[in-house]
C-alpha cells in the first residue's frame, strides 16, 4: 500500500508546501496522482495541519484520506498513522513524502518491482549522502514503528534492523521543497524545462 504522508504545517518553508504549485497543479495533488499512476496498489494519504483545506485538493482522487490529529509531534506520529492504515489491509508500506517533487511514478514502480524480490526486508531510495523515501516498511517492523516519537523518522531502526534495507538508487529521491531555496530550485528547474521543450 502506498500511503503519501503530508501532515506537517511546512514551517521551514513559511507556506504550506501542500498547496504550492509545481508545474502547474498543486504538490500534493500532484504526488498523490503519481502515487496512483504507478498503480502498485491503493492509495492513502495521512493529512494532518489545515487538513480540510488540503482534503480539498484531491476530493476527486480515489486515495483513502486519514488525518493525523497528533501532527505536531512531528514524522513519527504521521509514519504511525501510515503504518496503521497498512496494517489494517495486512499489507506493507510504501512511504512518500508530499514534497518530494521529482519522484515519478515509475520510480515507485521500480522500488516496488525491486522490493517485491526480498518482501521481508525493508527497501530504501539512496542517492549521494541521501537514503530515505519512497521507502518500503514490511509488516514486521511496524511494531519498532509505533513505538516512535517525536520528529525521527524511521532510518534508525533501519540502521540497527536484523535485515539490512536493500537500496534503490533514486537521485530525484534527494529532492523536497524544505526551505525558499528549496521551492526557487524547483521553480527554475521547472521553468528551464519548459523553455528547453518549446
Known amino acids: 500500500m502506498v500511503v503519501v504522508l503530508a501532515a506537517g504545517a511546512s514551517v521551514r518553508l513559511g507556506e504550506a508546501k501542500q498547496m504550492v504549485h509545481i508545474g502547474g497543479e498543486p504538490l500534493l495533488r500532484r504526488t498523490c496522482r503519481r502515487a496512483l499512476a504507478a498503480d502498485v496498489g491503493p492509495v492513502a494519504v495521512v493529512l494532518g495541519g489545515d487538513a480540510v483545506r488540503h ?71 539512496i542517492s549521494a549522502g541521501y537514503a530515505g523515501p519512497p521507502a518500503i516498511f514490511p509488516l514486521d517492523m511496524y511494531d519498532a514503528i509505533r513505538g516512535l516519537r517525536g520528529d525521527i523518522g524511521a532510518r534508525a531502526l533501519l540502521d540497527r534492523g536484523t535485515q539490512p534495507p536493500v537500496a534503490i538508487a533514486n537521485p530525484r529521491a534527494a529532492y523536497d521543497l524544505d526551505s525558499q531555496d528549496d521551492l526557487r530550485r524547483a521553480l527554475s528547474a521547472r521553468r528551464g524545462a519548459s523553455t528547453m521543450a518549446r
Open 55 to 125: 482534503r480539498r485538493l484531491i476530493d476527486d482522487l480515489p486515495v483513502h484520506v486519514a488525518v493525523n490529529d497528533e501532527w505536531q509531534e512531528g514524522i513519527a506520529a504521521s509514519l504511525r498513522h501510515a503504518v496503521g492504515i497498512a496494517a489494517a489491509r495486512d499489507a506493507a508500506s510504501l512511504i512518500v513524502l508530499c514534497d518530494q517533487y521529482r519522484v515519478t511514478s515509475r520510480d515507485i514502480r521500480r522500488l516496488h518491482r525491486s522490493w517485491r524480490r526480498e518482501p521481508s526486508r525493508p527497501c530504501v531510495s
